[in-house]
């Protein structure tokens, strides 16, 4: 093995004695750089991403205003999934973790977000409203946290009751609901004018690309999620979509979104390893991928992996013509 190698070493340090012809660089750029137009076009117009518009808060309470109204006063009532979540938005949740390792508790809250006033509150306070509108506003300010709760808390209730309104505020029976309904309502019919996409982001701001505020809105409803589906984007369906507008694309989620795919993070179980490994499933996949990605930037330096290319030479084969003269 040796004395091929040093063989190698000379070959590679001999001036070249064989045939030589003529390259021409810039034509084969240009050839290589038509030849890839042409099939960018054709896969464009044949296979290309739907130019799908944004969504947006005035399309959700246009398109699904009973679902726009129910999500509302769940952010009021304090029982959406933002609500709840736990760090980096609030201290409501655990957040995931992995044995004994748990991020969201570690980093803390550091993206605070209270849902009622950052979601429904302030965005409504931000722009003159109705006067219905302003004395719900005073009257939820000047109650007690615990009073507006019990509003809250109770038309959430009487809203998702499958027996009842079932998700219908025109079919919900009177009850102790204080300034919520029109809260919900005023917040409805702002959104419905357009006006809540500009405001919720960061009132005063006129430029902006954080998102997070938006996404979690509109993530707690069923909008976001019922466009997945139409598109199918849902992790069961293995959709991706790359948008006009929207660099990267989520090519680059292939990775994480093939561990979502596994029965064992994806389980239906109420308890055991597989509903671990499901009510976890974000932190455990994070750190797989964050392992293979140290295992391939490591390859040269880890015994075994790195000797791959010897036992499976299959350099030698692409390049047969110089180790055949070696």
């Not at 960018?40 to 518009?53: F, K």
Request: proline content about 8%.
């Amino acid at each position: 093995m040796s004395a091929i190698s040093d063989r190698q070493r000379q070959l590679e340090l001999e001036p070249w004695t064989g045939p030589k012809r003529h390259y021409d660089i810039v034509k084969e750029g240009v050839i290589a750089l038509v030849v890839v137009s042409v099939i960018v076009v054709a896969c464009a117009a044949l296979i290309g991403s739907p130019d799908v518009p944004a969504l947006t808060f005035k399309g959700w309470a246009t398109d699904q205003p009973q679902n726009f109204v129910a999500t509302t006063v769940g952010e009021l009532a304090g029982t959406t999934e933002s609500a709840g979540y736990g760090g980096p938005y609030n201290a409501n949740g655990d957040g995931q973790a992995i044995g004994p390792i748990n991020p969201a508790k570690v980093v803390g809250v550091h993206i605070p977000i209270d849902t009622a006033n950052d979601f429904v509150i302030n965005p409504l306070r931000s722009q003159q409203q109705p006067q219905v509108v302003t004395d719900a506003i005073n009257q939820w300010e000047s109650a007690t946290p615990y009073q507006r709760i019990t509003w809250a808390t109770n038309l959430d209730n009487a809203l998702n009751d499958p027996n009842g309104a079932n998700g219908d505020p025109s079919k919900v029976p009177n009850g102790d609901y204080g300034p919520v309904p029109n809260l919900a309502t005023g917040l409805m019919l702002m959104a419905q004018s357009g006006a809540l996409d500009g405001i919720l982001p960061a009132p005063g701001q006129f430029y902006n690309a954080d998102n997070t505020k938006q996404i979690l809105f509109m993530g707690d409803g069923s909008y976001l999620d019922d466009a997945g589906t139409a598109y199918h984007l849902q992790g069961d369906q293995w959709g991706m979509m790359n948008e006009t507008g929207n660099y990267p694309g989520q090519q680059w989620l292939m990775p994480f979104s093939f561990w979502y795919q596994l029965p064992i993070f994806n389980s239906d179980e109420e308890s055991g390893l597989a509903a671990t490994l499901t009510a976890n499933g974000d932190i455990y996949i994070l750190t797989i991928i964050g392992v293979l990605f140290l295992v391939f930037m490591l390859i040269p330096f880890i015994p075994g992996l790195r000797s791959i290319p010897r036992w499976i030479p299959v350099h030698r084969l692409i390049w047969r013509s110089y180790y055949r003269r070696g």
